[in-house]
């Protein structure tokens, strides 16, 4: 499976809201950093973020370009709210190994009513 493919098939488990289905498309060592939180390690801990992202608002990842380079894959998304990211996906052997993602923290979670941070 290219990475592309890889990419568009977790797009669709993301959809579902389906932490395990996500998870599996994650090797066991894989780092998951999305740069408005900390990094995340392991396929159990990014299982876990998602079962707990899931939970606390409805997430729609809308499609706008999917692009390859060698073992790498590009996401631009939309969700319907109007928030905008970018994604970006190391793949090897099938799995995500690396995952680094930006988006604006704060629009979603006034998008969505949730509390903002204090620090």
């Given at each position: 499976m290219e990475p592309r493919d890889v990419v568009a098939a977790w797009v669709e488990a993301f959809n579902k809201a389906d932490a395990e289905l996500v998870a599996s498309f994650?090797?066991?060592d894989a780092i998951n950093h999305q740069v408005a939180n900390d990094e995340i390690v392991g396929k159990v801990a990014i299982r876990s973020r998602f079962e707990q992202?899931?939970?606390?608002?409805?997430?729609?990842?809308?499609?706008?370009?999917?692009?390859?380079?060698?073992?790498?894959?590009?996401?631009?998304?939309?969700?319907?709210?109007?928030?905008?990211?970018?994604?970006?996906?190391?793949?090897?052997?099938?799995?995500?190994?690396?995952?680094?993602?930006?988006?604006?923290?704060?629009?979603?979670?006034?998008?969505?009513?949730?509390?903002?941070?204090?620090?």
């Open positions: 994650y090797a066991d992202e899931f939970a606390t608002a409805e997430m729609v990842c809308i499609v706008e370009h999917i692009f390859q380079d060698r073992d790498w894959a590009i996401l631009e998304w939309k969700d319907p709210l109007g928030l905008r990211g970018c994604g970006f996906f190391q793949i090897k052997n099938g799995k995500i190994v690396f995952q680094r993602g930006y988006w604006d923290k704060l629009s979603f979670l006034r998008q969505h009513g949730l509390p903002i941070p204090q620090n």
